[in-house]
């Protein structure tokens, strides 16, 4: 490269948040081209994109508010679809969860004697406010090291009415009023490896 200067210029070609800057020597054929972002390995998915979907899934939102963001804050439009992204997201989530959750129980244990009945309080809550949500979620805390050791997926939700045949992996798995799921839950973790159940009430 001389000494002539630089020119940078920005492709119209753009993948979601991601930019691609040409560098260019106003008089020799130097050019060179870099992203604003770095991509996962192998893949042409730009990382930016996949933490951006994953910011606007931690705070509940999806591809809207998304774009409504990215043009309030004069940002490139963040990716059409956000589905691709959120199956990502999903696998790396519950490779981190089954890690945590196995490293936690252990931890509880230990401080347990090594006995596998340990104490633990249980907290449930719902997709939405009130009594009417389709999915829940119920979380079992250990006592001694107040880390998650357990958590269970509640759905009254059925996707498979609109299909011509029931699929096998159906995610209904409960059947009952929205504010039994806590209830049923805690008697199934009773039955378990665990010594007692702490109410909600004691803990407030």
């Given at each position: 490269m001389c000494n002539s200067g630089l020119d940078m210029q920005v492709l119209k070609g753009k993948s979601g948040?991601?930019?691609?800057?040409?560098?260019?020597?106003f008089a020799c054929p130097y050019r060179v081209e870099f992203s604003s972002s770095n991509f996962h390995e192998g893949t042409?998915?730009?990382?930016?994109?996949?933490?951006?979907?994953?910011a606007m899934r931690s705070i509940g939102k999806g591809a809207?508010?998304?774009?409504?963001?990215?043009?309030?804050?004069?940002?490139?439009?963040?990716?059409?679809?956000?589905?691709?992204?959120?199956?990502?997201?999903?696998?790396?989530?519950?490779?981190?969860?089954?890690?945590s959750i196995q490293n936690a129980a252990k931890e509880a244990i230990c401080e347990n004697e090594g006995n596998k009945n340990i104490a633990v309080a249980v907290d449930g809550t719902w997709q939405k406010c009130g009594y009417t949500?389709?999915?829940?979620?119920?979380t079992v805390t250990?006592?001694?090291?107040?880390?998650?050791?357990?958590?269970d997926i509640l759905s009254k939700y059925c996707a498979c009415k609109n299909l011509p045949f029931h699929e096998k992996d159906c995610k209904r798995n409960y059947v009952g009023s929205s504010g039994a799921m806590e209830i049923k839950v805690r008697l199934k973790?009773?039955?378990?490896?665990y010594l007692y159940i702490m109410p909600d009430i004691l803990r407030t």
């Open positions: 948040l991601a930019i691609t800057f040409v560098l260019k020597c042409q998915i730009a990382t930016i994109n996949t933490r951006f979907v994953y809207e508010v998304g774009r409504m963001f990215c043009g309030v804050m004069n940002l490139p439009q963040p990716p059409t679809r956000f589905s691709p992204y959120g199956k990502r997201i999903l696998n790396a989530a519950k490779l981190v969860y089954e890690d949500s389709l999915n829940g979620v119920v250990s006592i001694d090291t107040g880390k998650v050791i357990d958590v973790f009773f039955n378990g490896h």
